[in-house]
């Protein structure tokens, strides 16, 4: 055998979890498991295992073609989910690597965290919402497309990641690793969104909060730098994983005016109304014709509106658009 290498299968990588890990950290040999109980791959971990099987799922291929912010941007260089997902992956990673936590747990529930967004970002869960009881939430989304549309028999760990890494969920992540996307997620987008809004003409570098500027430099990458920094120095005081108070404060305030002079700005409005007319439209075409909704989205199991929620949801934005002209643009020529 070579002395070139020195094989590490999944025994010899929970050796290392067993020694390297925090304390905090969770162990892939100590998973709660999956639905359905399944044999031990040869090479991966648990996690790995999970991180593969959504990497090479359809749902995250998706991603590439659903808005962040911009709807149907014309720029290469705006951030789509695809991009958006990969940013809160390396952040997520780089932060379980500072904390000595388990890096490939929190890297699947980051590549896993947005599959279940509809088109159109988060407008499009808005108009999802008049459609449910309650609130209509991508992170639920994730979890019923790697449970039911798409079933992956993902372990419990990552499935708990993915539904509570929105911070409205109230009931948080049980695992640091889940924590940790909370952060990364919230810190990629506000530094991205913020790049594209530059990009895009809405802001000026110099109308940026001064309390943001103070506390993180300027947008972009100064920004990640910093907050990435402010949670691994904070966590390894307080032994949860959180930023420091007085920079969460900044963040909150940063977040707020994101929403006024971005996420709400009138500038959007027009395709804010537009995407919403979308989406409700393909909901009230497909809820009276049901049996146009393709074979996958359809289960005995769930009623009409569900079946028609989960393919839209599913779609994306082109697609979206496309099917909508498909079926509500007039035509010139039969």
Request: overall charge negative.
């Amino acid at each position: 055998m070579s002395d070139q290498f020195i094989r590490r299968d999944r025994v010899a990588q929970e050796a290392l979890e067993a020694t390297n890990l925090a304390p905090g950290a969770t162990h892939s040999n100590q998973s709660k498991g999956r639905a359905a109980e399944e044999s031990d791959d040869e090479l991966r971990t648990a996690f790995a295992r999970d991180r593969d099987r959504i990497l090479h799922s359809k749902a995250f291929r998706r991603l590439k073609h659903k808005t962040q912010v911009f709807m149907n941007p014309e720029g290469d260089h705006f951030v789509t989910r695809l991009t958006h997902t990969l940013k809160v992956t390396q952040i997520g990673r780089s932060i379980a690597q500072y904390l000595s936590l388990n890096e490939t747990l929190a890297e699947a529930i980051c590549l896993g965290h947005d599959v279940g967004h509809s088109p159109f970002g988060h407008t499009g869960e808005e108009a999802l919402t008049e459609f449910v009881e309650g609130e209509w939430r991508h992170s639920d989304q994730s979890v019923r497309i790697f449970e039911v549309l798409e079933p992956l028999n993902l372990s419990w760990e990552v499935l708990d990641g993915i539904r509570a890494h929105p911070w409205k969920v109230e009931q948080g992540p049980s695992t640091h690793e889940g924590s940790i996307v909370r952060y990364s997620d919230r810190i990629a987008y506000l530094s991205h969104d913020a790049e594209d809004a530059i990009r895009a003409e809405v802001l000026r570098p110099d109308e940026f909060p001064d309390s943001a500027i103070a506390a993180f430099g300027e947008p972009g990458r100064q920004w990640i730098d910093s907050m990435v920094k402010s949670v691994v120095e904070y966590s390894l005081v307080s032994g949860e994983v959180e930023m420091e108070p007085s920079r969460l404060e900044v963040m909150n305030e940063l977040r707020s005016f994101m929403f006024e002079r971005v996420y709400l700005h009138p500038a959007m409005e027009p395709h804010r109304r537009r995407a919403k007319e979308i989406v409700r439209d393909l909901v009230g075409h497909f809820r009276q014709r049901p049996n146009e909704i393709p074979d996958s989205y359809r289960h005995d199991d769930a009623e009409v509106t569900r079946q028609v929620i989960d393919y839209v949801a599913g779609m994306t934005d082109r697609f979206a658009i496309a099917i909508h002209d498909q079926l509500f643009r007039p035509r010139l020529f039969d």
